[in-house]
């Protein structure tokens, strides 16, 4: 039987998980995937994704990929592979990969979406998916600094000082500031992603928000190529992928 490549749209709660990748001892979502598909088709089989998400972070359009021989129809995978998952994971796609698919190599760019909640008291349905905090933020000003981040740009001072990566070089296409009632939304899409990326430029922009930072301040903070320039580290749990282009 010819080896089958099924493309999966994942959508996840993270706020109890270890984030995507597996780790001993952890529960992580690409473990919970394993599983439930090793269990399904009878042979340890390994779920790829296009994106390795943190602790606590959420999806609603990861992309996962993986190799099989099986009869299996490509339209059933879905429901059976969800009655094998925990409540909070769920695959709402499973379909053959066209020819020459890359699950990493062929990403168009990734949309990422952070969540913040101003009301005076925290959100208890939703507490989970956002950012609380409990003051007035200046959504248009921080919509005005967010704009200054898109573009080709060293993103050095956004990444974590852990990633070793060889260029800090991206491309973001869209970073974008709204406000809905008390609900601040931050979208920010681009081509790749340096570790912790979103949730630095996020902390910034909450620094502009409170009035600390003029929006200008970004120009200052891209320019110093430094990590300790740009603001503090946003809660993972507020962070959500959209989806992923390919």
């Not at 620094?207 to 903070?221: D, S, T, Y």
Request: proline share 4%; hydrophobic share 40%; net charge positive.
């Amino acid at each position: 039987m010819a080896v089958r490549r099924i493309k999966l749209t994942i959508q996840y709660d993270g706020s109890r998980y270890s984030g995507w990748q597996i780790q001993p001892g952890k529960r992580t979502i690409q473990g919970e995937l394993v599983e439930a598909l090793s269990n399904l088709v009878g042979v340890r089989t390994y779920v790829h994704g296009a994106s390795r998400t943190d602790a606590g972070v959420s999806a609603l359009g990861q992309v996962g990929l993986f190799e099989i021989e099986s009869p299996i129809p490509t339209e059933n995978f879905a429901g059976a592979i969800n009655d094998r998952l925990p409540p909070e994971i769920v695959v709402t796609s499973a379909e053959e990969a066209p020819q020459g698919f890359d699950l990493l190599g062929g990403v168009k760019s990734k949309l990422y979406r952070y969540t913040i909640y101003t009301g005076r008291y925290r959100p208890v349905l939703r507490l989970n998916q956002c950012w609380h905090i409990p003051k007035k933020l200046d959504a248009g000003a921080m919509n005005q600094a967010a704009q200054l981040l898109v573009g080709t740009k060293d993103f050095k001072s956004f990444a974590t000082a852990a990633d070793r990566r060889e260029s800090s070089v991206r491309t973001i296409f869209r970073c974008d500031v709204t406000a809905e009632d008390k609900w601040i939304y931050v979208n920010v899409e681009g081509d790749g992603f340096l570790y912790n990326m979103v949730r630095n430029i996020v902390g910034s922009l909450v620094e502009v928000g409170v009035g600390r930072w003029k929006p200008e301040k970004m120009n200052e903070i891209l320019e110093a190529v430094s990590r300790t320039a740009a603001g503090p580290l946003a809660p993972a749990r507020g962070l959500c992928l959209m989806w992923i282009k390919y």
